[in-house]
């Protein structure tokens, strides 16, 4: 089979080194000069900053990447997170950290509750796994149980740095889920090599297996013929294909067959794409002499007016900064209403971080901004209408097409997976 | 070269810009810096930055 991928993004190179295991003949094309979409290293002043992901997957050797990774032979090596840890104020009632603050492992969140809400929020652990809540967001379901603020800003802290939303923005029904997939596949975990140790590898599977990987070269136009994908359009050039695969969203991918997609006769198509809310967030990577947080895996931030959480991924990878340096970045989500003062927000960022790390040395190395077109996530996961098209042989993958269950990466492998077995049966 | 609304300021031209000429806060800004090699504006992934005719 003939296959043509369009954007070599994680889900595009994904799709590409299965198709081509399975014996396939394929061609990514690829717009910009570099690969890897929103998930591969950007070079600067000696440290391996991101295109967007924080070098950090999940569910780390346990999730679903990891395991699409492993089917499809891909050479990596992705370490656990030792740790998860929340920064509270060193005394209940504070609102901040400036009074000083104390660190806790997350599996002891109760800690800050009333005995009564500890034994609710108890009961609730172990019930929910039986009968996960639903039909309300996340932070209705809390309040309506807990009367303790706590939950509500640590549920915020949480959703701000693993879906780049609010806990009223997110249904606890996907909440739910998620803590399920902890539970079944772990917590987070870095690939060695960061974003580009991933999608490096798996170029790698695509060239050994005869298939070709186009920069610079940007797909204008997916042809059909018969009522079938049959092919794209690259600088004026047909390319045949039996099968398209595209990296790039359903709305841009929608956007590439208007001729033959029509806003009457695929209404309900059209109805699911304006529904998409893409989420924004701003990263802020700083470089420091001492470690800012001292173990590998995500500390969780949720007295601070922005920042949702920091990790430090030079300790599990020590290249990813110079010799002697820590790689240490923080996540902040951004509502969509305060996406037009971008500065601001990230003003109230580092105001966070110097309450953060007080007396700490540490340099801003980049701000980094997503909304939009170049969002977090064009979708969050069980909102968007999953890989097929209303055109047979064209499949979307990658963030807007995750389909249900796994947020972020593993959202993409999981849709991934599906559209292989849809494929190759 | 000109930054046009596009920018969402994702920081990718400043990491390949070797005259350190592109400071991003929100949006991308280019100084005084720059020697118009246009090296930094394929790599821009929505298309903000403008080769000037
Ligand atoms: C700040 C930030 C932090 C994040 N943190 C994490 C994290 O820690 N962990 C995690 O799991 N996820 C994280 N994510 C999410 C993750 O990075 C993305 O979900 C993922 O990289 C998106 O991959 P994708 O397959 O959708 O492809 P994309 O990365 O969107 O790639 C699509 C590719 O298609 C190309 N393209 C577009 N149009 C065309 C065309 N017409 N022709 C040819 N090519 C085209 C683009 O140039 C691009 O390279 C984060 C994202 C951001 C922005
Ligand atoms: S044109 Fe060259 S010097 Fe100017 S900002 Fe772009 S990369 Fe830097
Ligand atoms: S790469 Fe493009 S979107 Fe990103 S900061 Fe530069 S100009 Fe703005």
Redesign the pocket.
């Known amino acids: 089979m003939r296959v043509v991928v369009?954007?070599?993004?994680?889900?595009?190179l994904l799709s590409a080194a299965r198709l081509s295991k399975a014996g396939n003949s394929i061609e990514v094309?690829?717009?910009?000069p570099i690969?890897?979409?929103?998930?591969t290293n950007l070079e600067y002043r000696g440290f391996q900053l991101?295109?967007?992901?924080?070098?950090?997957?999940?569910h780390g050797p346990g999730g679903p990447l990891a395991k699409l990774l492993k089917e499809i032979g891909a050479d990596v090596r992705i370490v656990r997170s030792e740790k998860t840890t929340i920064r509270m104020p060193l005394e209940k009632g504070d609102a901040d950290y400036r009074q000083g603050f104390r660190d806790i492992p997350f599996n002891e969140f109760q800690k800050p509750l009333s005995n009564r809400d500890r034994l609710k929020s108890a009961y609730l652990i172990v019930s929910t796994r039986k009968y996960p809540p639903e039909g309300s967001t996340l932070k209705e379901w809390i309040s309506s149980q807990v009367k303790d603020e706590w939950l509500v800003k640590l549920a915020d802290s949480f959703c701000g740095w693993s879906l780049?939303m609010r806990s009223d923005e997110v249904s606890v029904e996907e909440v739910f889920e998620i803590i399920e997939n902890l539970y079944r596949f772990g917590g987070p975990g870095v690939p060695m090599g960061g974003?580009k140790g991933i999608t490096g590898a798996l170029e790698k599977v695509i060239t050994a297996n005869g298939g070709t990987i186009r920069t610079k070269?940007?797909?204008?136009k997916i042809l059909v013929e018969n009522g079938k994908a049959a092919g794209v359009v690259v600088d004026g050039t047909e390319h045949k294909a039996d099968l398209v695969i595209s990296?790039?969203?359903h709305a841009?991918t929608a956007g590439?067959c208007s001729e033959i997609l029509s806003k009457e006769k695929h209404a309900e198509y059209f109805r699911a794409l304006e529904a998409l809310q893409p989420s924004a967030?701003i990263?802020i990577c700083l470089s420091a002499e001492e470690p800012l947080i001292g173990h590998s895996g995500v500390l969780l931030t949720p007295y601070a007016r922005r920042i949702n959480g920091i990790n430090e991924v030079t300790q599990v990878d020590p290249s990813l900064a110079p010799p002697g340096k820590h790689l240490t970045m923080s996540?902040q989500h951004v509502a969509p209403e305060n996406i037009g003062k971008l500065e601001e927000e990230i003003e109230m960022g580092l105001q966070d971080l110097k309450e953060i790390f007080p007396g700490k040395k540490y340099e801003v190395l980049l701000i980094?901004s997503?909304h939009d077109s170049?969002?977090?996530?064009?979708a969050s996961s069980g909102t968007d209408p999953g890989n097929n098209t209303p055109i047979p042989d064209l499949y979307v993958?990658?963030?807007?097409a995750k389909g249900e269950g796994g947020?972020?990466?593993?959202g993409?492998a999981l849709g991934v997976a599906r559209t292989m077995e849809k494929i190759l049966g | 070269m000109k930054i046009n609304d596009n920018c969402v300021g994702c920081g990718q031209c400043t990491s390949f810009c070797r005259q350190g000429a592109i400071v991003v806060m929100g949006k991308a800004r280019i100084t005084d810096a720059c020697v118009e090699c246009e090296i930094c504006a394929p790599y821009c992934?929505v298309k903000a930055i403008e080769v000037p005719i």
Request: net charge negative; glycine share 20%; charged share 15%.
């Open positions: 369009i954007g070599a993004g994680l889900g595009g094309f690829e717009r910009l690969t890897g979409g929103r998930f991101s295109s967007g992901a924080f070098h950090m997957l999940p780049s974003c070269t940007e797909v204008s990296n790039i969203g841009a590439l967030g990263k996540h980094q997503y170049w969002p977090v996530n064009r993958v990658g963030d807007g947020i972020e990466v593993e993409i | 992934p």
